[in-house]
């Protein structure tokens, strides 16, 4: 399994804008999260060892912060051609399957991940009221086969301090998980391929 790290995008960096088509064919955009106190945007996939193992977890997570009035969205980037377990009729079972409380949106192009410097499944990018981004990193600690529990406490810590209208510490870890599985030509200059140390 080979790891790749999240690109550590510069915080306070502007939440890029997207209109991707959800799993049940509607659109969603940046803008259908307007007047939210946070948004939550996690680059994800069918089939990646790193999200499965995650997967209860979060939907539990985002349903839960959902509640609270967190905004959250998926988006699965990969490479369809090559993995086509991670297509949009295969995103619809996976979102009805574990009840996805959240869009799941397929970025067909690429460019929204490119937009956000993606580099891995699961990579978690959280935005202030203003769209500013506080936080990019780990769920938690947990990593499949590593035996240590799953409480999602980096990222809970940080929609905490956003829903509270507090700054996010700017000492931050970073997600690990697979690539995201580019086409063929169309990596991205800030991915570099290598497996995390």
């Given at each position: 399994m ?6 550590m995008?510069?915080?306070g960096?502007?939440?890029?804008s997207f ?8 659109t969603v955009?940046?803008s259908?999260?307007d007047g939210?106190?946070?948004?939550l945007?996690?680059?994800v996939c ?12 979060l939907v539990?997570?985002a349903?839960e912060y959902q509640e ?7 988006i ?22 574990h009840?996805?409380s959240?869009p799941y ?6 460019d ?8 891995c499944?699961p990579d978690?990018f959280l ?5 500013k ?17 799953i409480?999602g ?7 905490d ?11 931050q870890?970073p997600?690990?998980g ?11 200059s800030?991915f570099?391929?290598q497996?995390?140390?």
């Open positions: 080979v790891k790749t790290v999240s690109t995008l510069p915080l960096s502007q939440a890029p209109s991707l088509p959800n799993v049940d064919g509607r955009s940046l259908t999260f939210t106190p946070g948004l945007v996690m680059f069918n089939h990646c060892p790193f999200v499965i193992h995650l997967r209860e977890d539990k997570f349903k609270k009035g967190l905004a959250v969205v998926a699965s980037s990969n490479d369809v051609e090559d993995y086509p377990q991670d297509g949009p009729d295969k995103m619809r079972e996976e979102a009805e399957t009840g996805y959240f949106l397929y970025d067909a192009t690429q929204v991940a490119k937009a956000y410097h993606a580099a499944t978690f935005f202030d009221a203003n769209r981004l506080v936080y990019r990193g780990q769920f938690d600690d947990s990593r499949p086969g590593s035996g240590i529990p409480t406490q980096d990222l809970r810590a940080a929609c301090a956003v829903l509270a209208g507090q700054r996010v510490p700017a000492e870890r997600s690990i697979c690539n995201i599985k580019w086409k063929a030509g169309r990596e991205p800030y570099t391929g497996p995390a140390v």
